[in-house]
């Protein structure tokens, strides 16, 4: 069945897409106000599941560090020149439909942006399901198909067209693009037939983002635990304040580490981070880990704050809620697990997580 977006499905939708952030994937603020903008009070995008049409699809997001989009604005045609870019390579016909990259954070809205901006309309499969932060954990990826030819188009005007090379190939040479580049820009991969991919994509990602806002809305200020979990379908780690905030940098992706204790059980939960939230543990034990989501929320409002803007003593919620199904398989779990990060830790699954 279609879905209609208009403007005023936007706040739930941004509600549910910072949930599947996991904490990262960038502030969707920006993109948001973009989307309600381009809708204005009338118009509509449409996306639909993964039913038996079978349409030409490009996969598009934004890589980088989406955060600097205050300081290098986008130009607005960067999907358009992506897009263009990566057809005329492979001279396949335009796409019929669009999919997102991700559908954690503020890539579950680019794909709206891009499909409002080419007229088309959104196919409800992505390649994460959540927010993950490399190209090698595309779901594409995992299952040995292609991720070239890419295109990527920055708001300054450069295309960079990339080919021949695995994921973590094009990992290595889209970052070193960004950096001469100022730090972001629009992605599409190469259009191809819904059903050559239909088996290596996670499905439904922007319908449960959207059932996720729109739950959330039914909350009352300063949710207790129960009506959090029941609201969410999620299970409370932790309910109290940050204890402590550590970051890190480095040659790759920031860590870092969040202390909250639980002002009921006076437990201590401590959340490790790399971008996304990856892992918890309870007291020491281990409680919950990726692929499943775990995400922080504000305490009074209960909704998702980034890891980026978390402060010791600010009150918060820390939740997991189960990770997309793609990923909870033995043979897709070990690209996503803790040690897919470099964490000394098994997988927890929801079903045995620990509050």
Request: charged residues 20%; negative net charge; aromatic residues 4%.
């Amino acid at each position: 069945m279609p879905h209609t977006i208009t403007a005023e499905d936007v706040p739930a939708l941004v509600t549910g897409v910072n949930v599947l952030g996991c904490g990262g994937g960038g502030d969707a603020a920006a993109f948001a106000s973009m989307l309600r903008h381009s809708l204005g009070e009338t118009g509509t995008v449409t996306w639909h599941e993964a039913g038996a049409h079978d349409p030409v699809i490009v996969p598009v997001g934004v890589v980088g560090a989406v955060n600097v989009l205050s300081e290098k604005l986008p130009n607005g045609q960067e999907f358009r020149e992506a897009i263009a870019a990566v057809t005329r390579w492979t001279g396949s016909p335009a796409p019929d439909a669009l999919m997102a990259v991700e559908a954690g954070g503020p890539n579950a809205l680019t794909v709206l942006l891009a499909a409002l901006d080419l007229g088309l309309p959104v196919v409800d499969v992505d390649l994460m399901g959540r927010a993950l932060p490399r190209l090698d954990q595309l779901s594409w990826a995992v299952r040995g198909l292609p991720v070239t030819p890419c295109a990527l188009a920055e708001p300054g005007g450069q295309i960079l067209v990339v080919d021949r090379t695995d994921a973590r190939g094009l990992e290595r040479t889209v970052r070193g693009f960004l950096t001469a580049a100022g730090g972001w820009a629009a992605l599409a991969l190469a259009p191809v037939r819904l059903s050559a991919v239909r088996d290596a994509c996670v499905h439904g990602s922007l319908t449960r983002a959207l059932a996720l806002g729109r739950a959330h809305t039914e909350l009352p200020h300063r949710p207790d635990r129960d009506a959090v979990e029941a609201a969410l379908g999620c299970r409370v780690l932790a309910a109290g304040r940050i204890r402590e905030v550590a970051r890190s940098g480095g040659p790759g992706f920031g860590r870092g580490s969040v202390t909250v204790t639980d002002a009921a059980s006076a437990a201590v939960v401590r959340l490790e981070t790399e971008n996304e939230i990856l892992l918890a543990l309870r007291d020491g034990e281990l409680a919950a880990t990726v692929p499943d989501v775990i995400c922080l929320l504000d305490r009074r409002t209960a909704l998702p704050v980034a890891i980026d803007r978390v402060r010791p003593g600010q009150e918060v919620i820390a939740v997991t809620l189960p990770g997309p199904e793609f990923w909870r398989r033995p043979d897709t779990e070990p690209y996503v697990s803790p040690r897919a990060f470099g964490l000394d830790a098994g997988v927890v699954g929801f079903e045995a997580a620990t509050t």
